[in-house]
């Protein structure tokens, strides 16, 4: 899953090993994701992709 720091663009998280480069950092791992859900809304961290969206049964 893609996030977004707008407000740190070169943002690094060590507790969580994560590093932004040009305000966008690509995360996997799952406990890391949620962790970056429940930061501070003043960091400016947000998710901005993931999956795309599953296309709905045919039937």
Known sequence: MKFTSIRYKQLVIHDL????TDGEAEVTDKTTIEALRGLPAELGVRASGGRPPKEPAQG
């Not at 090993?17 to 932004?20: E, G, P, S, W």
């Open 17 to 20: 090993d994560v590093r932004f």
